[in-house]
């Protein structure tokens, strides 16, 4: 299957800083991504909707100054966590669309552990 | 998107084959069946979907009954590392660019 590409897997950091989280398609081209918040024990919750060339679509209650999405090519989208506070420790899954035919799926990073001291 | 439910959790003996349902009752004729499955602290990992007829891959079979309403998904010959949740989500075939929701799953625990 097609792989997706996250890095870092894991990032822990002073509270006031800002991390940025990179998402590759690595054999494919995703002109949508998404980015997902996960928190222990519960299942993933979608933040917003990255778009090449064009700003993302926030889920509702998602503070797009705080987390700020860039799709910039068609095989990467960053997001960075501006002014990290403990709340924000998640861990956070970015995904890509393929499509073949009438065939659609999602293919996965493997997601990044965010702690905030 | 339909909603689905499935069973909070479920043990599988080593060796046996999983068999995890979900029901869909409200689905539509244009909606497919997809299967995902998370591993504790990775990314989910797509199975299978299929949107009538029964499906095959190297990794698991989807069984979709005659009226659409429910399915079930089958790893013939579970393994400890197939110990996961499982999560069924149904989808317009033509909601390009949209979210697949994903609700609580399945908590596979296969024991030795």
């Known amino acids: 299957g097609a792989v997706v590409s996250q890095h870092p897997s894991r990032v822990i950091c002073k509270s006031g800083t800002s991390v940025k989280i990179e998402c590759r398609s690595l054999d494919f081209q995703a002109t949508t991504m998404f980015w997902y918040r996960q928190f222990p024990k519960q299942s993933l919750m979608l933040m917003a909707t990255s778009n090449e060339g064009s700003k993302a679509t926030y889920e509702q209650g998602v503070e797009k100054d705080k987390f700020l999405i860039n799709h910039a090519s068609l095989t990467l989208s960053t997001l960075t966590v501006t002014s990290a506070h403990p709340e924000d420790s998640s861990f956070y899954i970015c995904?890509?669309?393929?499509?073949?035919?009438?065939?659609?799926?999602?293919?996965f990073g493997s997601g990044t552990q965010l702690s905030v001291l | 998107d339909a909603k689905t439910t499935q069973p909070t959790s479920m043990d599988c003996a080593e060796g046996r084959a999983a068999n995890l349902p979900c029901n869909h009752s409200t689905i539509s004729g244009n909606e497919y069946v997809y299967w995902y499955r998370q591993i504790h602290s990775q990314g989910p990992q797509y199975i299978i979907h299929?949107?009538?007829n029964n499906e095959t891959n190297e990794m698991a079979s989807l069984i979709i009954t005659e009226d659409r309403k429910s399915s079930t998904l089958i790893l013939p010959h579970a393994t400890l590392r197939d110990t996961a949740v499982y999560y069924c989500?149904?989808?317009?075939?033509?909601?390009?660019?949209?979210?697949?929701?994903f609700g609580p799953g399945t908590r596979l625990s296969v024991l030795p």
């Open positions: 995904s890509a669309r393929t499509q073949q035919g009438a065939s659609e799926k999602l293919f």
């Open positions: 989500i149904v989808r317009f075939r033509d909601n390009y660019g949209q979210n697949f929701v």
């Open positions: 299929g949107l009538k």
